[in-house]
């Protein structure tokens, strides 16, 4: 049985320390950064990539190698380097701390891992292989991007505008209709080949004939 606990977390002004200043700490602070978080990053060198993140509002640099005070009040930890005993410290540190921490390509010094993600507008989906094979889990991921194409993020924000509707003017019975006909297949297969105004329409026919 697997140890790790799946779970989605809301980045939004939270606060995130990376230790490392090369292409993986690029990698790691611009899906950070995508999700909202506050990057405090600890290392003496950036690559100029990664320097030109830094805004002094949602991306900082701390230009220094890492010590233990680096840890302050970082909610999410990740170090991010090629030098064994800096991760290995970070790791110490972090759990000591009681932090959350990820050390890239090193399983057994984390405490949590990032799995592998497909993004189609709200549709996210996370694949893992506990650490096992990175490279299995980004195998999986394509074979979802193919199942799952890029019709599901206007298919999603249709559903989602009408939720509040639904749920406003149709009994449960008659909602547990509405859902099951707005999601059969049909209106997903109209948005994939690009007719979004007949998707439209099949959802409102459907939650017209079922009020009153």
Known sequence: ??????????????????????NIALRK???LLHHGALVRIV????????????DEKTCFWVEKEYSTEDIQDAMLVF???????????VSYDAK?????????????????????IMERGDLKIAVSTGGSSPIVA??????????????????L??????????????????????WDRATDGEVRKLIKAQRLT?????IETCFLSLLG
């Open 198 to 202: 007949e998707a439209e329409g099949v």
């Open 157 to 178: 924000t249709l559903l989602k505008s009408w939720r509040t509707k639904a749920k406003k003017d149709l009994p449960p019975e008659k909602r547990s209709i509405f």
């Open 43 to 54: 290392s003496p060198r950036l690559v100029p990539e990664l320097r030109e993140l830094i």
């Open 79 to 89: 170090s991010c380097t090629e030098i064994e005993e800096v991760n290995a410290q």
């Open 138 to 155: 980004r195998q999986v991921r394509s074979e979802l991007e193919a199942l799952y194409g890029n019709e599901m993020a206007d298919y």
């Open 29 to 31: 602070v611009q899906t």
């Open 1 to 22: 049985m697997s140890q790790y606990y799946p779970i989605f977390i809301n980045l939004k002004a939270l606060s995130v320390l990376v230790v490392g200043g090369g």
């Open 96 to 116: 000591a701390h009681f932090r959350p921490v990820n050390v890239v390509d090193e399983p057994e010094k984390c405490s949590f891992i990032v799995p592998s």
